[in-house]
C-alpha cells in the first residue's frame, strides 16, 4: 500500500467531513450566534461537551478495536464486527437507560431543572451516535468510503433543514405562540432526529450484509480481550474531549459572554479540523491494514511519509485560515468575534493533535494501549488545570494555552513512546521548516488586509512548498521509485 492510497482515501472522507461541516458551518453557524443570545450559545458548547464526553465513553473505542481484529487476517471481520457492536448495545442500555429515567434529577443537580428535556435530548443523541461508531467503522474497514460520505452528508442535510425550520420557519408560523426560551430545545430536537435518521440507514445496511461471511474457521476476540484492548483508549478518548472542551464549560461559571466567545472561536477552528478528521478516518485503518499481521517487516517508511503529508497540509491550512481571517470572521456574529484572538493558539494546539494522532500508532498497533491512557491523563493535568486555575485571571487564554501545552506534552509522550515500540523515522525537521514558513507567511499579512496582498501570502506559501517538497510529492504521488529513495 501507497500513500497514494492513503491520500485517495482521505480526499474521500474529506468530501463528507469538509462539506458537511462547512455547510454546517456556513449555514448554521452565522444563523445560530445570531438567533441565539451570547449565554445560549455558550449552554450549547457546554451541552455539546456533555455529548461527546458520553458518546466517548459509550463507545468504548470499539471502532479502533474494529480495525485491529479485523484488519490482520486472526479473526473472522463479520464476527468481530457483531460481537463489538454488542458491547456497545450493552453499554447504551447500562448507561443511557438509567440516566434518562433520572433526567429530572440531573437536571436539577445541574441546576436548571427546566432543562429536563435538554438532559433527555442529549441522551438520545448520545445513543445513536454512540450505536452508529461500530457500523461506520465497518465501513471504513472495508473501504466503502462513497456510502460512509453518504450517510454523513444525509446526517448534515437533515440537521441543517430542522435547526431552520425549528427556529426559522416554527417562530413565523407560531407567532407570538412561539417559546423563545425553548430555543436550545429546538436545535437539540435538530441534532437527535438527524442522528436517529443516519443510524437507521446504518442499521438497515448491517441487515443487509451476507450472512455467508458468517460461515468460517475463524472466530472473534473475546469480549475480555476487546476491553482489554479499548478501555485504556476510552480514557484516551474521554481526556481528549476534557482537553478539547472542557474550556467552555470552565467559561460559563465565570463569565457566559466569555463562554460564548470562546465557542465561536472553536467553530472558527472547524477549516483546521476538517482536515485533521478526515485524514484520521482515511489513516487509522490504513495504517492497520498496512501492518499486516507482522510489525517486525512492515514498511515503516510509509508512517513517516504520512506524517511529512500532515504536516505539509496542515502547516498551509493554518496559515490560510489565519490569513483569510478579515473574510472568514463574517460566519459568525459580531457579537462574539472578540474570541478569535485565542484562534491562533486553538490552530496550533489542533495541529499538534493531529500529529500526536500519527503518533499514537505505535501504541495501537503493539497493544501498549495503557501507554496511550498514560498519556492522556497526563494531557489532562494541563488542559483541565490551565483554565481551571488559571481563567478568573487570563480569561479565554487560560484554555486555549492550556489546550496547546496539553497536546504538545502529549506528542512528546507519544514519540518517545513511538521510539520505545514502534520507531519511525519521522521527518519532525521538516515539519518545523513547515510552520516557520507558515507563520512568517502570517506574520507579513499583518501589513494589509487586502484581499490581493493575502492572496498572494497563501499563493507564494503554497508555492515554496510545492518548491522544496517537490522531488518527494513527484516520487510518492506519481509512484516514481521506492518509498523513502530520496529526500
Not at 367 to 382: H, N, P, R
Request: hydrophobic share 55%; charged share 10%; glycine share 8%.
Amino acid at each position: 500500500m501507497s500513500l497514494k492510497k492513503l491520500s485517495g482515501e482521505t480526499l474521500i472522507y474529506g468530501l463528507s467531513s469538509i462539506l458537511g461541516r462547512l455547510l454546517t458551518f456556513a449555514l448554521v453557524t452565522p444563523f445560530i450566534t445570531r438567533v441565539m443570545t451570547d449565554g445560549e450559545v455558550g449552554e450549547v458548547g457546554n451541552l455539546m461537551f456533555w455529548t461527546a464526553l458520553l458518546i466517548a465513553l459509550l463507545v468504548f473505542r470499539m471502532d479502533t478495536a474494529v480495525f485491529r481484529f479485523a484488519s490482520r487476517g486472526d479473526y473472522a471481520p463479520q464476527l468481530v464486527f457483531r460481537r463489538a457492536q454488542r458491547l456497545v448495545w450493552a453499554l447504551v442500555g447500562l448507561l443511557i437507560v438509567p440516566l434518562f429515567l433520572a433526567s429530572a434529577q440531573i437536571a436539577e443537580l445541574l441546576e436548571a431543572p427546566a432543562a429536563t428535556t435538554y438532559v433527555r435530548l442529549v441522551l438520545l443523541t448520545v445513543a445513536f451516535d454512540a450505536l452508529s461508531a461500530v457500523p461506520l467503522a465497518r465501513l471504513r474497514l472495508q473501504q466503502r468510503a462513497w456510502f460512509f460520505v453518504s450517510v454523513n452528508l444525509i446526517n448534515v442535510a437533515v440537521n441543517i433543514a430542522l435547526i431552520y425550520l425549528l427556529l426559522y420557519v416554527l417562530p413565523v408560523y407560531l407567532g407570538a405562540r412561539f417559546e423563545p426560551t425553548f430555543r436550545v430545545g429546538y436545535y437539540l430536537i435538530a441534532i437527535t432526529l438527524a442522528a436517529g435518521v443516519r443510524y437507521a440507514l446504518l442499521l438497515i445496511d448491517g441487515l443487509r450484509q451476507p450472512t455467508s461471511q458468517l460461515t468460517t474457521a475463524l472466530s472473534a476476540p473475546t469480549f475480555g480481550r476487546l476491553l482489554r484492548y479499548s478501555l485504556p483508549l476510552t480514557v484516551v478518548s474521554v481526556a481528549g474531549i476534557a482537553n478539547a472542551l472542557v474550556g467552555p464549560s470552565v467559561l460559563l461559571q465565570y463569565d457566559d459572554t466569555a463562554a460564548g466567545y470562546f465557542t465561536a472561536a472553536l467553530r472558527m477552528a472547524v477549516f483546521l479540523n476538517l482536515f485533521v478528521t478526515a485524514y484520521q478516518y482515511a489513516a487509522e485503518p490504513f495504517f492497520f491494514r498496512q501492518s499486516s499481521s507482522d510489525l517486525v517487516t512492515a514498511d515503516r517508511r510509509i508512517y513517516a511519509d504520512a506524517m511529512r503529508a500532515y504536516g505539509l497540509v496542515g502547516t498551509l491550512a493554518c496559515a490560510g485560515i489565519l490569513l483569510a481571517l478579515p473574510w472568514l470572521q463574517f460566519f459568525i456574529g459580531p457579537d462574539v468575534r472578540p474570541g478569535l484572538v485565542v484562534l491562533p493558539i486553538l490552530l496550533a494546539a489542533n495541529f499538534l493533535f493531529g500529529i500526536y494522532s500519527n503518533l499514537s500508532i505505535a501504541y495501537k498497533l503493539t497493544d501498549q494501549t495503557f501507554l496511550g491512557g498514560g498519556i492522556a491523563l497526563v494531557g489532562s493535568v494541563f488542559a483541565v488545570g490551565g483554565p481551571l486555575l488559571f481563567t478568573a485571571q487570563y480569561g479565554m487564554y487560560a484554555p486555549a494555552v492550556g489546550m496547546l501545552t496539553c497536546f504538545l506534552v502529549m506528542c512528546l509522550l507519544a514519540y518517545l513512546v513511538s521510539r520505545r515500540h514502534f520507531p519511525v523515522d519521522y521527518p519532525f525537521g521538516r515539519l518545523l521548516g513547515y510552520a516557520l514558513l507558515a507563520a512568517g507567511a502570517v506574520w507579513a499579512g499583518d501589513v494589509s488586509e487586502a484581499l490581493w496582498y493575502r492572496a498572494l501570502l497563501i499563493l507564494t506559501l503554497l508555492l515554496t512548498l510545492l518548491l522544496v517538497e517537490r522531488r518527494w510529492l513527484l516520487r510518492t504521488f506519481r509512484g516514481g521509485g521506492a518509498a523513502g529513495a530520496l529526500p
